[in-house]
């Protein structure tokens, strides 16, 4: 079975950085592309940005483009999401998310992706 652990959600200051972490357990890591997607109260989950299985691709909404790094450590099962100049509209419960690669480009739908985290909660202060 596939576990998705994130960590590294809190309060933030509007500005600021954060890292978030998605540690998976179960399987190789390695034949995953993963995601990450977001979820505002009284809004849909949506996608954040992903990153195909050798980390060579990774893709990004519109509105997160510029100030986001998405990346993955192999070897520590471990992908990453940096995200700088924090917004309130940043406030949000972010998800990752994993499904076996197949092809050379990770997926920026939900239903593309078979496994989930529990999420950590980001909150972005004004």
């Known amino acids: 079975q596939v576990q998705l652990v994130e960590s590294g959600g809190g309060l933030v200051q509007a500005g600021g950085s954060l890292r978030l972490s998605c540690v998976v357990s179960?399987?190789?890591?390695?034949?995953?592309?993963m995601g990450w997607f977001r979820q505002a109260p009284g809004k849909e989950r949506e996608f954040v940005g992903c990153?195909?299985?050798?980390?060579?691709?990774?893709s990004y909404a519109d509105s997160v483009k510029g100030r986001t790094t998405i990346s993955r450590d192999n070897a520590k099962n471990t992908m990453y999401l940096q995200m700088n100049s924090l917004k309130s509209e940043d406030t949000a419960v972010y998800y990752c998310?994993?499904?076996?690669?197949?092809?050379?480009?990770?997926?920026?739908?939900?239903?593309?992706?078979?496994?989930w985290g529990q999420g950590t909660q980001v909150t972005v202060s004004s």
């Open positions: 990153i195909n299985w050798s980390g060579s691709r990774p």
């Open positions: 179960g399987r190789t890591f390695s034949v995953y592309d």
């Open positions: 998310a994993a499904d076996q690669a197949t092809g050379h480009f990770c997926a920026g739908s939900r239903s593309a992706y078979a496994f």
